[in-house]
Every structure is written in C-alpha cells, then in structure tokens.
Nanobody, 122 residues
Framework: QVQLVESGGGLVQAGGSLRLSCAASGRTFSTYAMGWFRQAPGKEREFVAAVSWSGDMYYVASVKGRFTISRDNAKNTVYLQMNSLKPEDTAIYYC????????????????WGQGTQVTVSS
C-alpha cells in the first residue's frame, strides 16, 4: 500500500496562497490517480481535487478557478496550488491515492495521508 506524507499547510490571510505537497512511496505512483480532500471542524470530509494517471483533472465547484492540482511522476509527488484563499477553505487537507488510476468517483480513493492543517484568517 502506498504511503503518503503531506506538507505545506499553515496560516494565511484571506486572499493569500499556499501550495500543498504530497510525497508518495512506491514504484507505481504514475499509475495512480491522486487526490486532495479536506475536512473542516464539525463537517464531513469532502473531495477537493483529483488528477488521473493520464492527467485528467477534477475539482469541486467551490475551488474551480482558485485551486490547481498537479503531479510530478519523477518525484512521486502531487501538489495543490491554492490561490485566493477564503476563510471557508480552512480545514485539514488530506492527500489520497486511487490505484484504479481514474480518480472518479471519489469513493475509489483508498490510501490516505495524515493530513496538513490549512487555516485562512479573515
């Protein structure tokens, strides 16, 4: 099973930017779909973005145009560039892997990182 380690979270003012990184173990990273999810206090975990093995990208409507997911297969790393951050983006962000490679539906994701906290102040 792939091991995932997130980094890059922190405290930022509204309108600011952060880039999250997720480093994955294993030799088959390029065949996985990779995704980002988040969980705000008192809420269920929600899908944020995913990138398939072939580079197809998917976003939840609330982050379209502000967040960009990307992957670097040579580094076994997936990124989430977050711009124009809003207080409602505050959450723990989790990286996840989908060995099917497709990335949709979100229920395919089966391996999870430990999460990284993102806090956006108003």
């Amino acid at each position: 099973q792939v091991q995932l380690v997130e980094s890059g979270g922190g405290l930022v003012q509204a309108g600011g930017s952060l880039r999250l990184s997720c480093a994955a173990s294993g030799r088959t990273f390029s065949t996985y779909a990779m995704g980002w999810f988040r969980q705000a206090p008192g809420k269920e975990r929600e899908f944020v973005a995913a990138v398939s093995w072939s580079g197809d990208m998917y976003y939840v409507a609330s982050v379209k145009g502000r967040f960009t997911i990307s992957r670097d297969n040579a580094k076994n790393t997936v990124y989430l560039q977050m711009n124009s951050l809003k207080p409602e983006d505050t959450a723990i962000y989790y990286c996840a892997a989908d060995e099917s490679g497709f990335g949709i539906p979100a229920t395919r994701f089966h391996s999870w990182g430990q999460g990284t906290q993102v806090t956006v102040s108003s």
